[in-house]
């Protein structure tokens, strides 16, 4: 992996280990589950709907995003280590071994 790359999963990292994302997120929990319950009976019009329903997809996408970046981590990890063993084995078979 690239030391720019990395260099951006340890900010994110450092930054979902932090008391304020903590707070950021209860707080965006709280207005999604507000937007559920009162969001809905106060709907006057099909665009309307449309704004709510965009609100909720982008709180869901900011509350998946941990997960979502440890996940794409690994995944470069693995990758990374996949290819150091494919290079190992190729030159194990150069090497007649």
């Known amino acids: 992996m ?3 790359h990395e ?4 900010s ?3 930054m979902f280990g932090s008391k304020g ?3 950021y ?8 589950e507000a937007l559920f319950k009162a969001g809905f009976y ?3 019009s099909e665009l309307e709907l449309g704004k709510l329903q965009g609100a909720i997809h982008y709180i869901d996408m900011i509350l998946s995003l941990e ?3 440890e996940n794409m981590y690994d995944e470069a990890r693995r990758r990374e280590k996949e290819e150091k063993e ?10 007649g071994g």
Request: hydrophobic fraction near 30%.
């Open 2 to 4: 690239l030391k720019k």
């Open 7 to 10: 260099d951006v999963y340890e």
């Open 12 to 14: 994110y990292f450092e």
């Open 21 to 23: 994302w903590e707070l």
């Open 25 to 32: 997120k209860k707080t965006i929990i709280e207005e999604r």
């Open 42 to 44: 106060e709907l006057k």
């Open 67 to 69: 997960n979502n970046m």
């Open 86 to 95: 494919d290079v190992n084995y190729v030159e194990q078979i150069e090497d």
